[in-house]
């Protein structure tokens, strides 16, 4: 089947969801009245954040269930990117430490880009040998990286931290990186999947021309794959851009080497029966999920879609 | 899968051209995953508490967890959290990528639906912790309000059930758009055949897009479930286990028992112990989903 | 009470009194030394008559959890490399849960932090897995006087079974009633002197009782209170306590007469003590009664916001928690704190906890880490520290200036500093296998604070403690 047919026949997809089943005023107003509860569900936490955020984190509690903000400042804001004095922020009820906002954002957007990268690359061209190359023993291979998603996450910090400091790496961003670099097993489990259910005749005739298996998987297989591979990026990019435990373990020593979810774990409880600045953590939040977002808002359509556009079969 | 082609293919074999393309991974995976995992194996027959030198004590371990009640514990609390999660999560998940493909075709939704993803979990466990608290929870203070009866979120019996919503709400939009791809990918010949056939909503939905979707949903099962056995995160920031083990699941139990108690030899077994039964799972999940494959094919 | 130290001191008896004035002298010395010639203040004031130390250079780190104690640290750091050029300190702050992975994992790596504020709950497996350094040779090689520089007993906290002394006490906190003078106002209830039996809870149950307003207004002490609905709790409960029940039920159970074990270190654990049962009886009666939160229902949002957020009229806790209840003060939150009440022994009783510096035993330049430690255990680091108003210090004369600055801040501490003066504090249960007996105690707490159990249970739970060390 070539593209162009693959093209029509996904429009008519679309149409499909338009025209094909007729719906009655009842079914109308269930769809629309459910959807409407799942996007207030989902995005009333999220306004509850902002709402925390702008608040005074001292005072927050002597209002605990206003739906505005208590005592309205930027003060959250201004601590989570590192611009209040210190004297300000404990006086607002935040945290006395610091936060090099430049630093560890930079950081954070060189181990996420890099890692993306490289991990998506590499596990795309593992996924090829799974799904479209034939050889014995290739089910088994691929068998192990699903046995790689379950070993508990949790054990494995402990001897990789050992082996990254054996490597002198402890405190780099090369550190941090390292264990994902070359693969991430979701992401060679979601792009096989995609490339088992991709048309082998195009590649059949490739192979039958001439073309080494290096050149169809870069001129063939990869543009086909394009938002499959996008949006596997972006899935990746999140998860790197959110953790946490890993670079607090390899990397908190240093400024240098501070990604920006371990500099903002300032905000996060200081004492043991203390409760966190909860403006400052708020706002910390949200300015980290702000790249994310805009990447959402400018690419929306091309991320988004390219999840819808089969990001399985 | 019938593929002449492919069938021809099968005689020659590609495994020094795959070479290349699977050596990093292979290599990532063996020195980050199996040789970290094969040593975990091996200190869970001994007895360390990594300032010393491992000492092997056989099989103590593993009789040692058949007896404890709090291992027995954690499997059926990881089971209860499991199966409210991945059950809600994904009845949810595919309702929501159904509306969506009937009613809306705004990228803005299948934003909005995916915004929670972006926030970490230890973010979403502090905001639905307050949201929810018995006291202070803008829950119970609209419920006040109303005069219905306050509801506590976290005793010892609605505990689970709680985080395991929580983390509903991180991942159904997650969830829900893999659901949705599929979906994307049905025929609309099968749809305009139910059409004529006069099929209503729910039946085209039974009898069409359900089967149909089989492979998807097997493939977004392996992927949530093996995530949802090692939930950790949210139970660390809310109940760190309690009350009287109600939350403490298979993560929560290797943590305290590794680094709280620094018994990193039962620890071991008791992970070990997991991913013996996640591969059992993840295995005959894949089967399903290969069994499946035909399903869609073109 | 601006002297209460000096109090405490005077009454431990003569030889004792000499030696600390002779200490005073020192410091005195010390510190106009400072003054002048900071260059000259190290070793004039603790090592001068000791054999001259390996010159100590290089840099350090120093690891602390509490942000709010931050400025004053690194104001320490400065001053501490003004007077050794050659040593600089680079000071890491991370928040309470991960300060411990970042230390466990330092541990596990070799390259750690240099030196670390430690906590009693844990120094004893670090003492049992040769974590960290014991001091005694740099103590007498320096001539550093443990013994009587600090408040009495916190040195001994940090004394292992066999005799080593392993840091210099930093600081100490006692516990104390956080309450709400709008709403004690309000109901007209006099905090000053409560006392407390385990048998009705005496005026400090009636206070409570008094201080419970449920949705209707009534009072819990009133015909009809309806304890299904209450709005405002007397009292609040935070978390169980596990085994030490440091802020929760330690203070009421000392006052009744008992003892966690016989002493630091000892494995003979009393949790089948009628004296602690019916204490605990007592305190799960108040959740029974509506006065105080189920177990259930206080998960979630800590104790200090609850209290701010007038959904509690008062709550036990540290001296450690000042700084943040108080500057939550609002129009519906004016904090204050009373003494815990007096109890069937005709005393207060406080749990008696204190900070210390330790030092990795993986430390690369443990000269220099020891000379950082010791500088924090002077007078010098510590006067710096009680101007911050944000703990006590260890140093008598320390505590006193920290009194001062609280009260120049509006807060007056008595109700902590009371312990001191009365001397009715006991010391923090110091044990080895500490998480060990958490496991246990723990859900044991849990289920009888859930009413899952009858306290009577916890015999149970003391054989299970106490089998671990057989």
Redesign the interface.
């Given at each position: 089947m070539s593209d162009k047919i693959q093209t029509k026949r996904q429009s008519r997809n679309q149409e499909a969801s338009e025209s094909t089943i007729k719906r009655s005023l009842g079914s109308k107003i269930f769809g629309y009245g459910s959807l409407t509860i799942i996007v207030l569900v989902t995005l009333f936490p999220v306004y509850w954040m902002l709402r925390t955020a702008l608040s005074t984190s001292?005072?927050?509690?002597?209002?605990?269930t206003s739906l505005m903000p208590v005592n309205f400042t930027m003060g959250g804001f201004a601590r989570a990117l590192g611009l209040s004095t210190?004297a300000q922020a404990?006086a607002e009820?935040g945290?006395?430490?610091s936060v090099n906002f430049s630093l560890y954002f930079m950081n954070s957007v060189i181990v996420c880009v890099i890692l993306t990268v490289c991990q998506v690359a590499f596990s795309a061209a593992a996924a090829y040998a799974f799904s479209i190359l034939k050889f014995k023993g290739r089910d088994a291979i691929f068998f192990l990286f699903v046995i790689a998603l379950t070993v508990p996450g949790i054990f494995l910090v402990?001897p990789n931290?050992?082996l990254i400091?054996e490597l002198h790496l402890?405190n780099s961003l090369f550190g941090i990186m390292l264990p994902g670099l070359l693969m991430a097993p979701f992401a060679i489990f979601f792009l096989r999947q995609f490339f088992l259910g991709t048309n082998l005749s195009i590649v059949e005739a490739a192979v039958i021309d001439g073309a080494n298996h290096f050149r169809i998987f870069r001129q063939i297989v990869i543009p086909i794959a394009w938002p499959q591979i996008i949006t596997l990026a972006i899935l990746q990019f999140i998860g790197a851009w959110n953790d946490y435990l890993w670079p607090?373990?390899v990397g908190?020593?240093k400024p240098e080497s501070t990604v920006l979810t371990v500099g903002l774990?300032?905000f996060?409880?200081?004492?043991?029966?203390?409760?966190p600045d909860w403006s400052g953590l708020m706002a910390a939040a949200l300015i980290a999920a702000i790249p994310m977002i805009l990447l959402m808002i400018f690419a929306g359509k091309k991320i988004v879609g390219s999840i819808q556009a089969s990001a399985v079969k | 899968m019938a593929n002449p082609v492919v069938a021809k293919r099968k005689r020659k074999s590609d495994f020094l051209t795959a070479l290349p393309f699977m050596g990093p991974a292979l290599i990532g995976l063996s020195v980050f995953v199996l040789i970290p995992g094969i040593r975990g194996i091996y200190l869970s027959f001994t007895e360390y508490?990594?300032?010393r030198a491992p000492k092997f004590i056989g099989l103590d371990n593993y009789t040692r967890m058949i007896a404890d009640p709090v291992f027995w514990n954690a499997l059926w609390v990881t089971l209860e959290y499991v199966i409210i999660n991945i059950g809600i999560q994904t009845v949810l998940a595919l309702f929501i990528a159904v509306l969506m493909q009937r009613y809306t075709r705004s990228t803005v939704i299948r934003g909005i639906i995916l915004l929670p993803y972006l926030f970490s979990n230890v973010i979403v466990a502090l905001v639905w912790?307050?949201l929810?608290?018995?006291?202070?929870?803008l829950i119970n203070s609209v419920l006040?309000f109303f005069s219905i009866?306050k509801f506590?979120?976290?005793?010892?019996v609605?505990?689970m059930p709680t985080i395991a919503l929580i983390n509903v709400w991180r991942h159904v939009g997650y969830t829900a758009l893999l659901i949705f791809a599929g979906l994307q990918a049905i025929p609309k010949d099968v749809y305009d055949a139910a059409a004529v056939d006069g099929a209503g909503e729910w039946r085209t939905f039974r009898s069409i897009t359900l089967p149909l979707l089989r492979p998807v949903l097997a493939f977004v099962m392996v992927i949530t479930v093996t995530g949802s056995f090692q939930i950790f995160d949210t139970i660390?920031v809310?109940?760190k286990g309690?009350?009287?083990?109600a939350t403490e699941t298979f993560s929560i139990l290797i943590s305290?028992t590794a680094?709280?108690?620094?018994e990193f030899g039962y620890a071991s077994a008791i992970s070990v112990a997991l991913m013996v039964m996640l591969s059992i799972i993840a295995f005959a999940q894949t089967k399903l989903l290969s069994a499946n494959q035909s399903d869609m094919d073109r | 009470m601006h002297n209460f130290t000096a109090v405490g001191v005077r009454e431990a008896g003569s030889w004792l009194e000499t030696e600390n004035i002779k200490q005073r002298k020192k410091m005195k010395v010390f510190k106009r030394a400072v003054a002048i010639a900071a260059v000259l203040a190290l070793p004039l004031g603790l090592s001068a008559c000791a054999p001259a130390a390996p010159a100590a250079e290089g840099t350090i780190?120093y690891g602390l959890?509490?942000?709010?104690?931050?400025?004053a640290y690194k104001q320490c750091a400065a001053d501490f490399h003004k007077a050794n050029p050659k040593i600089t300190v680079n000071i890491?702050?991370?928040?309470?849960?991960?300060y411990w992975?970042?230390v466990?994992?330092g541990?596990?790596?070799g390259?750690g932090y240099d030196v670390f504020t430690s906590h009693l709950a844990f120094y004893p497996?670090f003492v049992n897995?040769?974590?960290i350094l014991a001091l005694d040779d740099y103590i007498k090689r320096d001539n550093v006087d443990v013994a009587n520089t600090y408040q009495p007993g916190l040195a001994s906290l940090w004394t292992s079974p066999d005799g080593k002394q392993y840091g210099l006490p930093k600081d100490f906190d006692t516990i104390a009633l956080f309450y709400n003078k709008k709403l004690t106002d309000a109901a007209g209830v006099d905090m000053s002197n409560l006392d407390w039996n385990p048998t009705d809870g005496g005026t400090y149950e009636k206070a409570i009782a008094h201080l419970t307003v449920d949705?209707n207004g009534k009072r819990g002490d009133e015909a009809g209170f309806d304890k299904?609905?209450v709005k405002t709790?007397g009292i609040w409960m935070?978390g169980t306590g596990g085994g030490d029940g440091q802020?929760q039920w330690s203070f009421l159970a000392a006052a009744n007469g008992w003892k966690v074990n016989d002493g630091p270190w000892d494995t003979n654990y009393h949790y089948d003590d009628p004296k602690f049962q019916e204490t605990i009886k007592w305190w799960h009666s108040l959740s029974e009664k509506g006065y105080m939160?189920?177990?259930?229902?206080?998960?979630?949002?800590?104790?200090?916001?609850?209290l701010?957020?007038?959904?509690?009229a008062m709550a036990s806790?540290?001296s450690?928690?000042t700084g943040?209840v108080f500057?939550?003060?609002?129009?519906?939150?004016e904090p204050a704190l009373a003494p815990t009440p007096v109890g069937p022994t005709g005393k207060r009783a406080s749990m008696y906890n204190g900070l210390a510096d330790n030092i990795s035993a993986s430390s690369k330049n443990p000269e220099a880490a020891w000379q950082w430690v010791k500088y924090l255990g002077s007078a010098a680091c510590q006067d710096v520290v009680a101007a911050a108003a944000v703990v006590f210090p260890a140093i008598p004369e320390a505590t006193d200036k920290a009194v001062a600055a609280m009260q120049a801040k509006g807060v007056d501490v008595s109700a902590f500093s009371v312990h001191i003066t009365d001397k009715t504090t006991f010391l923090f249960p110091i044990a080895d296998k500490k998480?060990?007996i958490n496991?246990i105690m723990?859900?044991a707490m849990?289920?009888v604070m859930?009413g899952?159990a009858d306290v009577s249970s916890l015999t149970a739970a003391n054989d299970a403690v106490k089998a671990l060390f057989k």
């Open positions: 001292k005072t927050l509690f002597s209002d605990p210190n404990l009820g945290s006395g430490a402990l931290f050992l400091r402890v607090f373990y908190s020593g774990g300032v996060k409880s200081q004492t043991p029966q203390g409760s | 508490n990594i300032f912790y307050w929810t608290d018995y006291n202070l929870g006040d009866d506590t979120f976290f005793s010892d609605t505990a660390a809310t109940t309690g009350p009287i083990h305290k680094w709280g108690n620094n | 780190s959890w509490d942000s709010n104690q931050l400025p890491e702050q991370v928040g309470w849960d991960d992975k970042k466990n994992a541990f596990v790596s390259d497996e897995n040769g974590n949705k299904a609905h709790y935070e802020t939160p189920t177990f259930a229902q206080q998960n979630g949002v800590g104790w200090s916001d609850q701010a957020a007038g959904k509690v806790n540290g450690w928690m943040s500057g939550a003060k609002s129009d519906k939150f998480s060990k496991d723990n859900p849990e289920a859930s899952k």
